[in-house]
């Protein structure tokens, strides 16, 4: 089992900077891949970024160029800097962690909620 809480949401306005944070506990030798995805109001929750246990990272095509994923293992945290934040980045943010073993298993945090005015 793994355990995953996010910080660091808000309020900005547009063109600001946001970061968030995700600390997970419990299994976590066993995580491979950690990221963020975003569901806005009507819409399904859609990749932001990724980063592997390596350090690879993958981001969704709106957000690159402003957005940056980093992993800090000793930690346990994964971050998110958002800079250049427009209103279509408003959305409840969720951490996700994959582990792979015999099965697939996805573990999220329960959201943090970012919000960009105009």
């Known amino acids: 089992q793994v355990q995953l809480v996010e910080s660091g949401g808000g309020l900005v306005q547009a063109g600001g900077s946001l970061r968030l944070s995700c600390a997970a506990s419990?299994?976590?030798?066993?995580?491979?891949?950690m990221g963020w995805y975003r569901q806005a109001p009507g819409k399904q929750r859609e990749l932001v970024a990724t980063?592997?246990?390596?350090?690879?990272?993958n981001f969704a095509d709106s957000v690159k160029g402003r957005f940056t994923i980093s992993r800090d293992n000793a930690k346990n945290t994964v971050y998110l800097q958002m800079m250049s934040l427009k209103p279509e980045d408003t959305g409840v943010y969720y951490c996700?962690?994959?582990?792979?073993?015999?099965?697939?298993?996805?573990?999220w945090g329960q959201g943090t909620q970012v919000t960009v005015s105009s």
């Open positions: 419990g299994s976590i030798f066993t995580i491979n891949t």
């Open positions: 996700n962690a994959v582990v792979v073993l015999a099965h697939k298993y996805d573990y």
């Open positions: 980063i592997t246990s390596g350090g690879s990272t």
